[in-house]
């Protein structure tokens, strides 16, 4: 199993940026399709951002493109979400996820709150 811890919400104001943190503890990110998500309040949880390491490619949602950024560290066993020009639309609650195969799917971290001031 893995266990992911995310790190790196608050309240910003519109315009501004935030870089979320998930650090992976059991297996290393490498070795895992994994992915940012997000769920802001009423709505459904939704993909922000999802990559196959192995692949070099990132995908993004269209709300996001070229706003967010995803990243990682090896060495530190960390991804992380770099949000820019964040929109009041951006708030949610964000989870960092790693795909453990289709018995088991998507396992999520607890969430970090991201709110966006207008």
Known sequence: QVQLVESGGGLVQAGGSLRLSCAASGRTFSSYRSGWFRQAPGKERESVASTIWSSG???????????????????KNTVYLQMNSLKPEDTA??????YLGSNTGWVFGQGTQVTVSS
Do not use: L, P
């Not at 490619?57 to 060495?75: E, L, M, P």
């Not at 609650?93 to 790693?98: L, M, R, S």
């Open 57 to 75: 490619s990132t995908n993004y949602a269209a709300s996001v493109k070229g706003r967010f950024t995803f990243s990682r560290d090896n060495a």
């Open 93 to 98: 609650v964000y989870y960092c996820a790693a």
